[in-house]
C-alpha cells in the first residue's frame, strides 16, 4: 500500500483505488482516494 497526506484528514493515510501516472515531468504519481473521507489524494514516487 502507498501512503499519501490527506489535506482534509491531515495524517498520513493509505491510498485506496490507487493508480499510477506517469506526469509531463516524467515523474511518476500515484493517484487515489483516502479511505476514510474519500478525498482524493495523490503522491510522487520519483522518476519514471
Ligand atoms: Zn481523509
Known amino acids: 500500500m502507498v501512503k499519501a497526506r490527506c489535506m482534509r ?3 498520513q493515510v ?6 499510477e501516472k506517469v ?3 516524467n515523474l511518476r504519481r500515484a493517484a487515489g482516494v483516502c ?3 474519500g478525498t482524493k ?3 510522487i ?3 519514471a
Do not use: F, I, Q
Not at 493509505?14 to 493508480?19: G, I, L, R, V
Open 9 to 11: 484528514c491531515r495524517e
Open 14 to 19: 493509505e491510498m485506496k483505488d490507487k493508480t
Open 23 to 25: 506526469t509531463k515531468n
Open 35 to 37: 479511505p476514510k473521507c
Open 41 to 43: 489524494v495523490s503522491r
Open 45 to 47: 514516487l520519483g522518476k
